[in-house]
């Protein structure tokens, strides 16, 4: 099928991307994170076909949209009625005009992961809340890939005013494949409408990872998001949050590196209009050879009087190897503001394992202990109980006996 | 059960213990007081295990075993427990998973199964009464936000439930007002035991009212400077340490 509005955005994209490749670390916004061994894989593009779907893939929330390789497999979702929610390709026949008013329109700048999506995404979910409707339980996005390829997924959020939801998107694999997760969302937060979004990828050790999620809030509007990174061997996480008057945005993020992962969380708050607020709260636990990233930057411009951010970035860095680069920024135009950012980097308390060991838990434990204690703050915000649980188990499996199952 | 002999201790280059000797049988009380400064946390420090202390002479056994060759976590699961000056204050971890890994702990190094849930928090609760503690203190981070004399009792806390066999108690009456002091106390005294003995650390008398030493000793620059029974104690509190000092 061809659409010729789409198609002009395709072909832009594509030369676009054919100039740049992928992003180079070159670039300010990359420049603790080097993506060439990606273009060295020389992956191809996913290829529809009946992938063999492994257990697990099914959600535990009783909403669920399935993608599998990148393409939605409609027999193991389950959608809710109530609201309009279908795949993108299924609106670009039934919900043309909407999806075409607000294609790329989230998207304010743009790179060599973005430009490569949107020249080739294969599919991804498009859902449309309209005003005063509330989707009542959960809606899981469940990516799961079986095949060695590149797969591009691109969703379509919108929150009519007052409207309300929360998605959950988990990203997992079968063990040991390797491939390229290129997933980007545009979501638009209409006045005074609430968003909760939850993240939670782990994919397989050799798996590479985009993630992009371009948000628009509009006045009043509300968005929660929690990301949790766990998996992969390169992951990029980028979070954009474009506010205007009065709006609340709460970013989340746990990042848990070992071996060789490299995890990136590139995030930005641009309050464009007065009365923001805005928390951030990151925490990283690397260990091995792992590497973290975090990079979060808060704008506010010039007529955006009395907005209050905070931004906070904590890291535990558990062995010599490992290593954290933080880079937390505010750039502030405007005169009236409330802001305040903090970063710390450092190891377990020592205090605090010999007073487990001196109760007569092994070294070894106490350290799971306060491992497990410093990322479950986290954990502690997930407010949907299923994904809680299961966040926690994914944890508990990192830390064994780091507390109760 | 304890016998320290000669015990020499630098911490850096810093000799703080100076030829310490002590003897501790089953069932005994002893008091170690003695000026601030004296050594006394430290002594504490080095039979818990607490790494930065280099015993640089002398020997320490504990049930006839050489305790300075065991880590810290074997000596507490056999049976030391040292309920600290300072309690660590634990962010996201609750009181009760720490009581029942560190019981559990205990329990398999003593080739017990694990302790039953129900059993547990039945046992738990009752104990967390009897130190006149609220419930709610449980489901707490192991001392986070707590006050002073609420540290001190979750340190009663949680000898209780470890049963230990050598308990020493590094000033837990510092910073307690007198009903607290008597909660400790009472804790303390049931736990009597002809097969348990204490170490109290102590500045003051005070707690000697409530808790009765067999033995009391001074410790002053590192070295056990004079020993005697539970009268030693009232003259110490008469007459200060600076004639023991000078001796
Ligand atoms: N970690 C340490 N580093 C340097 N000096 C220490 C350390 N711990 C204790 N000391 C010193 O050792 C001496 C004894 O301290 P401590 O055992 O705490 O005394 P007490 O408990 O009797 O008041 C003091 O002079 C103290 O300053
Ligand atoms: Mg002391």
Known sequence: MSISWL???????????????????????????????IAKKEFPLAKIENSPVFEGSKGGTAFHFVLVDGFFNAGLSNLPKSITVCSINDALKNHAGLLQSKFNQAITQTHGFIDFNTANFTDGLFIHIAENEVLDKPLQIIHVATQEAILPTRHVVILEKNAKATLIETFSSSEGNAYLTNSVAEIFVGENADLTLY??????ETAYHFGGT??????????????????SVLARSDIVCD????????????YLGSQKQHLDNFTRINHLQPNG?????????????????????????????????????????????????????LEIYADDVKCAHGVTVGQLDEKSIFYLQSRG????????????????????KITVPSLRESVFNLLLARFPEGAER | MLKIKNLTVNVGTKEILKGLNLEVNAGEIHAIMGPNGAGKSTLSHVLSGKSGYEVTGGSITYNDKNLLEMPAEIRAREGVFLAFQYPVEIAGVTNVYLLKAALNAVRKHNGLSEVDAMDFLTLVKAK???????????????????SGGEKKRNEILQMAMLEPQLCILDETDSGLDIDALRIVADGVNALRSENRAFIMV???QRLLDYIKPDFVHVLADGKIVKSGGAELALELEEKGYGWLEQA
């Not at chain 1, 371009?214 to 998996?231: E, K, P």
Request: with cysteine.
């Open chain 1, 214 to 231: 371009y948000v628009q809030q509009a006045d009043n509007a509300r968005f929660t998001h929690h990301n949790f990174a766990l998996g």
């Open chain 1, 243 to 254: 506010l205007a008057t009065a709006a609340e945005c709460e970013l989340n993020g746990l």
């Open chain 2, 128 to 146: 967390t009464k009897a130190l006149d503690m609220d419930e709610k203190f449980l489901y707490r981070a192991v001392n986070e936000g707590f």
């Open chain 2, 202 to 204: 102590t500045h003051y």
């Open chain 1, 277 to 329: 607020i805005s928390r951030e709260f990151y925490k990283g636990i690397l260990t091995d050879q792992a590497k973290g990233v975090f990079q979060g930057r808060i704008v506010v411009a010039e007529n955006a009087q009395k907005i209050d951010s905070k931004m906070n970035n904590r890291n535990l860095l558990l062995s010599n190897e490992a290593e954290i680069d933080t880079k937390p920024q």
């Open chain 1, 361 to 380: 838990i092994d070294e070894a434990t106490a350290k799971h202990i306060l491992t497990f204690a410093f990322a479950n703050e986290m954990v502690d």
């Open chain 1, 7 to 37: 198609d002009d955005f395709r072909q832009q994209a594509q030369s676009q991307f054919e100039q740049t490749g992928f992003p180079s670390n070159r670039l300010e916004d990359w420049r603790y994170t080097n993506v060439s061994a």
């Open chain 1, 199 to 204: 993240k939670v990828q782990q994919e397989s």
